[in-house]
């Protein structure tokens, strides 16, 4: 079946970096999109990133010039890596591929 494994979250400071993963199983990565995707406590699920099978990225305004989607098809792996982070980072992030699978989610917590 198709797995999806977000790792990298953790607890950083404001202005450190994380770089999360996502390791696709079950599918052929190199044919969908995906995307990252995080959820704030109390708030909905909001769009970060996606990057298209051919790798052209699209940022939500709050991730511009901060975090950088890419993917590497031969690992079936997608990245996000996040710089300059701040408080209002903290959220677990999530990676989806194509319409409708979704991974289990890694906490980011950005705090002093």
């Known amino acids: 079946q198709v797995q999806l494994v977000e790792s990298g979250g953790g607890l950083v400071q404001p202005g450190g970096s994380l770089r999360l993963s996502c390791v696709v199983s079950?599918?052929?990565?190199?044919?969908?999109?995906m995307g990252w995707y995080r959820q704030a406590p109390g708030k909905e699920r909001e769009l970060v990133a996606t990057i298209t099978s051919s790798s052209l990225p699209n940022y939500a305004d709050s991730a511009k010039g901060r975090f950088t989607i890419t993917r590497d098809n031969a690992r079936n792996t997608g990245y996000l890596q996040m710089n300059s982070l701040k408080s209002e980072d903290t959220a677990v992030y999530y990676c989806k591929i194509g319409t409708i699978y979704w991974g289990q989610g890694t906490q980011v917590t950005v705090s002093s």
């Open positions: 079950g599918i052929i990565f190199g044919y969908y999109d």
